[in-house]
């Protein structure tokens, strides 16, 4: 199937998309912040460059988009046009967020991964509870959390 739009449009589409500063982040950040916890951002010397880092509790924190990172749930579809090129895109993606993890756990880091529906779409949790998680996990010495939608 054709793409509906010129290339030149596409191109200037998939550009506005952001990696930083995205709306399932800012909510975390904002969250945690209210909730006391004091961070920092996308810190480029950690693998993955984290969205939040809290050097305090030694501890990441990833909001993970559910289409970017091939996510099993309702937000993830695979695309019908160009499979080829979503399937290496993705599945790159998929790579490098284990080698990622693996590097900031053999590092001595802790780490959260906060799936974009667990904060949008018809599986999303309060935000309070997601807050809440994260930071009862901060305040623990687990390894690892993940939180996705219902």
Same mark, same amino acid.
């Given at each position: 199937?054709?793409?509906?739009?010129?290339?030149?449009?596409?191109?200037?589409?998939?550009?506005?998309?952001?990696?930083?500063?995205?709306?399932?982040?800012?909510?975390? $950040?904002?969250?945690?912040? +209210?909730? @006391?916890?004091?961070?920092?951002? !996308? =810190?480029?010397? *950690?693998?993955?460059? #984290?969205?939040?880092?809290?050097?305090?509790y $030694?501890?990441?924190?990833? +909001?993970? @988009?559910?289409?970017?990172?091939? !996510? =099993?749930?309702? *937000?993830?579809?695979? #695309?019908?046009?160009r499979?080829?090129?979503?399937?290496?895109?993705?599945?790159?993606?998929?790579?490098?967020?284990?080698?990622?993890?693996?590097? *900031?756990?053999?590092?001595?880091?802790?780490?959260?991964?906060?799936?974009?529906?667990?904060?949008?779409?018809?599986?999303?949790?309060?935000?309070?509870?997601?807050?809440?998680?994260?930071?009862?996990?901060?305040?623990?010495?687990r390894?690892?959390?993940?939180?996705r939608?219902e």
């Open positions: 199937m054709a793409d509906i739009v010129s290339a030149d449009v596409r191109s200037r589409m998939m550009a506005g998309i952001r990696g930083t500063n995205t709306k399932p982040e800012l909510l975390l $950040r904002k969250g945690l912040h +209210a909730s @006391g916890f004091r961070f920092r951002l !996308h =810190d480029r010397v *950690l693998p993955g460059k #984290p969205d939040i880092v809290l050097p305090r $030694r501890a990441v924190v990833f +909001a993970h @988009g559910c289409f970017w990172h091939g !996510h =099993d749930c309702h *937000l993830f579809k695979w #695309p019908s046009t499979p080829e090129f979503w399937q290496a895109k993705i599945g790159r993606n998929r790579v490098v967020d284990a080698r990622s993890e693996a590097a *900031l756990m053999e590092a001595d880091w802790r780490l959260a991964i906060v799936w974009e529906c667990a904060l949008k779409g018809r599986t999303r949790l309060p935000l309070e509870n997601v807050i809440s998680a994260c930071a009862d996990w901060l305040r623990s010495d390894q690892r959390i993940e939180i939608g």
